[in-house]
């Protein structure tokens, strides 16, 4: 069986907290996904995933908490607890800029990963524990905001006590990820300590990579990648999406093309045979200390690859145009 894993990062943005938008506001447009007149994020999410037998992992930032307080984080993560998903741990380390208190005396960066060894430690160890106070079971897996990781981060997560990290996209290393991966890793590794789990994805052109995030991929593609992951005994095929997703980019309105490719996901892999949805507290740590076996992605396909290319087109002049309504 292959296990799949449908995250969602799940996260306030520090634009609309720059551009002075309320905590409130920030919630039900980048939380709950309001727009139009309908909900699509955590909750809607929730309700496909559960109509469909699936589970959830929802990788949480709490470092919003150390600008408006932990009160707002106890709502989400008892919402994705008491349905029965995962709440897990993320990080966007800009919410720093408006720390009311620094827990590492006033230095910022974008990503975890530009800090040193001794302040992941504390940023990771803080985050974990709003995470836990909020509500949440012990926490056993990671996924950095940007992709924004480093080997340190790794270091940091294993002193900590997390097993797993997710912080690993291919599309990402070299740039924000800087975490000593290949490129063509596809199952669980152990590196320093942690088990890495990457985003799985599918070769859509020779030498690329498309990563199997819902608003990139088409879903032909997730689609194939998913039947290449059964097929060949993958352990685990990682899927990305965001709580704000389903979205069109200014958060103005939801975006049918997006929502439509969640849903098809959902029912593929319900009646898919040989997957089972999971979560990181489902997989054992020792599938990252098993022998490496060869793995493959799904090989590239014009025709895959230039329909969603198309489809894209014609969903961002719909969805994205502010003069024509969703």
Same mark, same amino acid.
């Given at each position: 069986m292959t296990a799949l894993l449908i995250t969602v990062d799940t996260?306030?943005?520090?634009?609309?907290?720059?551009?002075?938008?309320?905590?409130?506001?920030?919630v039900r447009r980048s939380i709950h996904a309001e727009a139009g007149g309908r909900a699509c994020g955590i909750g809607w999410q929730m309700d496909v995933l559960d109509r469909h037998g699936l589970k959830g992992v929802f990788f949480i930032d709490p470092l919003p908490a150390l600008v408006h307080g932990a009160d707002f984080l106890r709502p989400i993560v008892g919402e994705v607890v008491g349905r029965g998903h995962e709440a897990q741990l993320h990080i966007h380390t800009e919410w720093l800029a408006w720390a009311k208190a620094?827990?590492?005396?006033?230095?910022?960066?974008?990503?975890?990963g530009d800090f040193s060894l001794a302040d992941q /430690?504390?940023? *990771?160890?803080?985050?974990?524990s709003l995470l836990e106070q909020a509500g949440a079971p012990p926490i056993t897996a =990671?996924?950095?905001?940007? =992709?924004?990781?480093?080997? %340190? #981060?790794?270091?940091?997560?294993a002193a900590v006590g997390i097993d797993w990290d997710s912080s690993v996209n291919p599309a990402y290393l070299g740039g924000d990820c800087r975490i000593s991966a290949d490129h063509s890793q596809i199952g669980a590794k152990r590196i320093h300590g942690v088990a890495e789990l990457p985003v799985s994805g599918i070769v859509d052109r020779p030498g690329g990579f498309r990563p199997a995030q819902i608003c990139a991929m088409s879903a032909a593609e997730m689609r194939a990648?998913?039947?290449?992951? /059964?097929r060949n005994d993958h352990?685990? =095929?990682v899927v990305v999406t965001h709580s704000f997703e389903m979205l069109s980019r200014d958060r103005a309105r939801p975006?049918?093309? /997006?929502?439509?490719? =969640?849903?098809? *996901?959902?029912?593929?892999?319900?009646? &898919? $045979?040989?997957?089972?949805?999971?979560?990181f507290r489902d997989l054992a740590p020792s599938l990252a200390d098993a022998p490496e076996r060869?793995? %493959?992605?799904?090989? $590239?396909?014009?025709?895959? #690859?230039?329909?969603? &290319?198309?489809?894209?087109? /014609?969903?961002?002049?719909?969805?994205?145009?502010?003069?024509? $309504?969703?």
């Open positions: 996260e306030l943005s520090a634009l609309w907290q720059q551009r002075g938008a309320s905590l409130d506001e920030n620094s827990p590492v005396e006033g230095r910022q960066a974008r990503n975890i /430690v504390t940023l *990771l160890g803080l985050a974990k =990671f996924r950095a905001g940007n =992709f924004g990781a480093n080997d %340190d #981060t790794l270091r940091a997560l990648g998913l039947r290449h992951a /059964v352990d685990a =095929f975006n049918g093309a /997006v929502i439509r490719r =969640f849903e098809q *996901l959902c029912h593929e892999a319900a009646r &898919m $045979p040989g997957v089972h949805g999971a979560g060869r793995l %493959d992605r799904v090989a $590239p396909n014009r025709l895959r #690859t230039g329909l969603r &290319m198309a489809a894209q087109a /014609v969903a961002t002049w719909r969805y994205e145009h502010r003069l024509i $309504p969703a």
